[in-house]
């Protein structure tokens, strides 16, 4: 651990949000940034000594950076998807991954308004017409969104935050999720998702990505939706079939849709976008921008900061999509130990006897397990002998412990 003199270290990469630079510092901790991400080896070459690395999904963290830095203590993904981090490898080096997994949800709910409304109105049609110098003014096929019925497929943080603002718009909402939920507002549970597209005027799709749900919307699906229906999509990309919804498209079964992610996403900025959907009429399609917003980007800065920071004060891994969850009020007064562990029979009789042979006295604990590794929170009282410590260490089990306060 730091001394007063020795602050701990945070590096971060890729134009991190500023928030979370002024969040770190005004803690104590020195910060260096870096406006881009780095490869392997110029990685490799920074990251000893580092205490906190940051990073946003063009950084990949491979085995061999970790093995660069043995003072690493937990990585924030300032994003959301962590797949560029061997999580594996983070754990059996007893280091935490956090990420942002809410930030940027009331973003993809504003994108979602905003395009149900368009759709209902064909601004598409009459944008494109005004630009052509055609001047169409008239009430054929445009709606209100008040009185229509929005069915919502998936109703976790970016449904139900959905199915509040709709009904605050004077839509009746529909909702069907496989996971029990509570019902918000005035909102309909339907048993079934054919129940759901028997009612709905729009359907909108907020599943999460488990492999389950590829193909979970094909031609079967669409036939059963509501002639002059609208569609929407912005989870996944290989939820839907997007051959099948061009045909309900252009045979006019659907009035219309808004796509915001793709099967086959281009990989950067100015490489070309194939798909089946370009050139349909009241078809909008977007960039996978649902949760891009500055907003998002500070909310994930100040959250990311927040959870590094609490991790490595008080060892609680709430949130880590690594390491086992664990979470225990900070001790008014004594000290906290932190074991990471190899996660086999007998690891937390085997600390307690340490403890109780030294006369260590323990005033709370936590155990938690997630596959191969486990890890325990003890609060002990404010007598120890730096013997204890080694013995702990010194476990064959042992991955990783911590003396806190
Ligand atoms: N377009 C974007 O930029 C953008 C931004 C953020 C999130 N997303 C995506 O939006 C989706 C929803 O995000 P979230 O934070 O609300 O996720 P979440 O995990 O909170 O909610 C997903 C819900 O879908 C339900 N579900 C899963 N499979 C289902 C199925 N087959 N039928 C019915 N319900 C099902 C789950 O039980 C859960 O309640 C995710 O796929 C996420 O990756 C996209």
Redesign the pocket.
Known sequence: MSTATEPLRALLLESIHSDAVASLEKNGYAVETVDRALDENELTARVAGVHLLGIRSKTTITDSVLAAAPELLAIGAFC?GTNQIDLSAASQRGVAVFNA??S??R??VE?VVAEIIALTRRLLDKNSLMHAGVWDKSAEGAHEVRGRRLGI????????QLSVLAESLGMSVFF????D?LALGNARRCAT?EELLAVADVVTL?????P??SG?FGEAEFARMRPGSLFLN???GFVVDHGALRQHIESGHLAGAAI??FPHEPKGRGDEFVSELRGLPNVIITP?????TEEAQQDIGQFVAGKLQDFTATGNTALSVNLPTVSLPAPAEGHRLTHLHRNTPGVLATINGILADHDVNIEGQLLGTRGEIGYVITDIGTRYTPDVIEQLRGLPTTVRLRLLS
Do not use: E, Q, W
């Open positions: 959301i997994p809410f940027n949800t973003s993809v994108l497929i998936g109703y976790g943080n970016i449904g139900s069907y999720d496989t996971a939920k998702m907020h599943v999460d990505g488990r389950g749900n979970l912005l989870s996944r915001d992610v996978h921008i649902g949760g891009s």
